[in-house]
């Protein structure tokens, strides 16, 4: 894909056309490295999260509201890997864009949906697990599949409208929006005004953020205090209830997960800050670091429900050993072998 002039100094995305963007030169070495490594990271994180959505759909045991949500956070993560890690490694590499207009409105359609949508699943996974801890005996009641799927549904239609609107209001689909914008020819670029920017900080990252930080404030201070008191029962010799042992069991679920969130918004949080701020502010080595951390939140999910979740290694040795394909493999009970985390 590289173009250069004659005089071997100055090289053009698009030669032919006057308004083309220069391209950054790069040796074969430098190239070679960076497809193969970023090639890698979109495999990983594709492969790893659809084993998370296989083990999940398949295995009837794992059917849980925690889990339905643990499940649409893994399809955000996977669109991520699969669409938008490849062409951000063409732009970043090349540093053309390459694929037209079209496909970048496409592509910056795509990135904001999964970001919101990966988001609000945060903030329903942090809602989630402080019914569990706050109201344990009330959680079955107040948290059904019914309504956890209600709730995906809500979260990627609302960031689907979401999308669409600061997409559409910000004139993106208009054909001249890029030389309006005086944008040069091969570059995929994303603007919107004052009025939207305003919007999105309270609505895409403020509200949420300080929601889930509150929430599990709450969830961990009530699980330290379940602690002591279990820790308590334990030392005076006193065999520990059904009620203890199930509290113990959902304050290694709201610890796990919590690691999750905390690991997505310190990811999210500076990419948010360059969103806003732009080139203007941030070093162009600097932001596409910040770019990578956040798309590489997405292949670190699985790692933790890999290292926390015995389920998920089980239902992991099931699917490499294709034992899913076996007659009623659906109903294996998941946790027989293992204790249950979630």
């Not at 799927?149 to 929006?177: E, H, K, Q």
């Not at 969130?261 to 949080?269: D, F, G, K, T, W």
Request: aromatic letters at 14%; one cysteine or more.
């Amino acid at each position: 894909m590289a173009y250069e002039t004659e005089d071997h100094e100055t090289q053009y995305c698009f030669p032919d056309i006057n308004s083309s963007c220069i391209k950054t030169k790069r040796s074969t070495h430098e190239y070679n490295i960076m497809y193969v490594f970023i090639s890698l990271l979109s495999l990983w994180t594709v492969f790893m999260n659809l084993l998370v959505i296989i083990s999940i759909y398949h295995f009837k045991k794992l059917h849980t509201p925690t889990n339905m949500l643990i499940l649409s956070l893994a399809v955000a993560d996977l669109l991520i890997g699969l669409i938008v890690m490849p062409l951000e490694a063409i732009r970043f590499t090349e540093t053309c864009w390459y694929f037209g207009n079209t496909i970048c409105r496409l592509f910056i359609l795509i990135l904001i949906l999964v970001l919101n949508t990966s988001l609000s699943n945060l903030v329903l996974i942090a809602l989630d697990r402080f019914i569990a801890v706050i109201y344990p005996l009330l959680y079955t009641q107040k948290i059904t599949m019914t309504k956890s799927l209600v709730g995906i549904f809500l979260s990627w239609f609302c960031s689907s409208a979401y999308m669409s609107a600061i997409v559409v209001s910000n004139g993106c689909f208009d054909p001249d929006s890029f030389k309006r914008l005086g944008v040069c020819y091969g570059e995929c670029t994303f603007i919107i005004n004052f009025g939207w920017r305003l919007i999105d900080l309270f609505a895409n990252f403020l509200f949420p953020c300080i929601t889930i930080i509150t929430l599990y404030m709450k969830i961990f201070y009530v699980v330290h205090q379940q602690v002591k008191m279990i820790n308590s029962l334990v030392k005076r010799g006193n065999d520990l209830t059904e009620g203890s042992v199930k509290r113990k069991t959902e304050h290694k679920a709201a610890l796990t997960l919590g690691i999750i969130v905390a690991i997505h918004l310190l990811c999210y949080i500076p990419f948010y800050i360059f969103f806003n701020t732009g080139n203007t502010v941030i070093p162009e080595n600097a932001a596409s670091f910040i770019i990578w951390t956040m798309y590489m939140n997405s292949s670190v999910n699985p790692l933790v429900y890999a290292f926390f979740y015995p389920w998920f290694r089980k239902a992991l040795k099931q699917i490499i050993t294709l034992k899913i394909f076996r007659p009623a493999s659906t109903l294996v009970d998941i946790f027989t072998i293992v204790h249950p985390s979630v």
